[in-house]
């Protein structure tokens, strides 16, 4: 089945300790991404990734890194998580970004992160 | 900067009523537009893609109309039932440094009662 998957869904954690979010496609699509979604802000995106070792800001970056090494995968990371990154994350993905940008975005099942 | 609006936030109806859902984008140079469907804590849910060149897509009991010079688009909902009670988000894919970018609204919370 064509799915994107992540880990863990649900996740507590308290100010400083390091995390990761992981998150892999099965459908060898090139671009991913990531994006939190706050009430009343809606989905912003974090980072993305045209494809292996390409990776760029998205519209909220700061306290967030991500790393594309296998097509399928696109961990995020939070070195130090703070309170106001507690969330609900998606991870994304299509078969192209590219310029035409006609491809649909599938998105995962969401990470609720609370950072305490 | 694209902004996208979505009209209304929050709607309620009475099963098997017909309705229509709002989505408006301030810069017409789009790729596509999407419509998702999410339910409480879970993830999003592809409903229908419109490309820039389409005027509009059906899939069963919905149907979305894109009209790009205008920056709008809605989702038609016929003969709701009380399983369509979700939140309804637009999203439109425009240009960006990276190729294109997803900008997303803030939704339609749709309640239908039985």
């Known amino acids: 089945e064509a799915q994107v998957t992540q880990n863990p869904r649900y996740l507590i954690t308290v100010t400083g300790k390091k995390l990761t979010v992981t998150c892999s496609q099965n459908m060898n699509h090139e671009y991913m991404s990531w994006y939190r979604q706050d009430p009343g802000l809606g989905l912003r995106q974090i980072y993305y990734s045209m494809n292996v070792e390409v990776t760029d800001k998205g519209d909220v970056p700061e306290g967030y890194k991500v790393s594309r090494k296998e097509k399928r995968n696109f961990p995020l990371i939070l070195e130090s998580p703070s309170p106001n990154q507690t969330s609900l994350y998606f991870c994304?993905?299509?078969?192209?970004?590219?310029?035409?940008?006609?491809?649909?975005?599938?998105f995962g099942p969401g990470t609720r992160l609370t950072v305490t | 900067k694209q902004e996208v609006t979505q009209i209304p936030a929050a709607l309620s109806v009475p099963e098997g009523e017909n309705l229509v859902l709002n989505c408006s984008f301030t810069d017409s140079a789009i790729y596509n537009l999407q419509w998702f469907r999410q339910d409480p804590g879970k993830g999003l849910t592809s409903l229908l893609l419109i490309q820039s060149s389409q005027r509009e897509q059906t899939s069963g009991r919905l149907n979305a109309s894109l009209d790009k010079s205008s920056g709008r688009s809605t989702l038609y909902i016929a003969a709701s039932q009380p399983g369509d009670s979700a939140t309804y988000l637009c999203?439109?894919?425009?240009?960006?440094?990276?190729?294109?970018?997803?900008?997303f609204g803030e939704g339609t919370q749709l309640t239908v009662n039985p």
């Open positions: 994304a993905s299509s078969l192209h970004s590219g310029v035409a940008g006609e491809y649909e975005q599938y």
């Open positions: 999203a439109v894919n425009s240009r960006s440094l990276g190729g294109s970018r997803l900008t």
